[in-house]
Nanobody, 124 residues
């Protein structure tokens, strides 16, 4: 069982940066594959990024590639999403998620545990 809490969202201007954090409870955090997703109003939840249990393998979605970086610190049971060069199109609620398997996944259905989400708003 993993309980996830996101933080770090807020309002930022176009071109700005934010770093989201996802803090987890549970002794087995270091064995889980993790992911970030986002959902804008009226749209489906979209894949943002994923990384394996060790953080040695990562994958980001095409819409954020080159601007967002995903990482994790298993000693702190925390995952991060560094977001640079933000655009109004990045405005959404951002969710972190955990899956029992150790590898990467871009598929929502593969994740058993979800946080409550944090709002990111990028003004033009």
């Amino acid at each position: 069982q993993v309980h996830l809490i996101e933080s770090g969202g807020g309002l930022v201007q176009t071109g700005g940066s934010l770093r989201l954090s996802c803090a987890a409870s549970g002794r087995t955090f270091g064995t889980y594959g993790l992911g970030w997703f986002r959902q804008a109003p009226g749209k489906d939840r979209e894949f943002v990024g994923t990384l394996n249990w060790a953080g040695t393998g990562t994958l980001t979605g095409d819409s954020v590639k080159g601007r967002f970086t995903i990482s994790r610190d298993n000693t702190r049971s925390t995952m991060y999403l560094q977001m640079n060069s933000l655009k109004p199109a990045d405005t959404a609620v951002y969710y972190c998620a955990a899956r029992v398997k150790t590898g990467l996944s871009t598929t929502r259905a593969d994740y058993a545990y979800w946080g409550q989400g944090t709002q990111v708003t990028v003004s033009s």
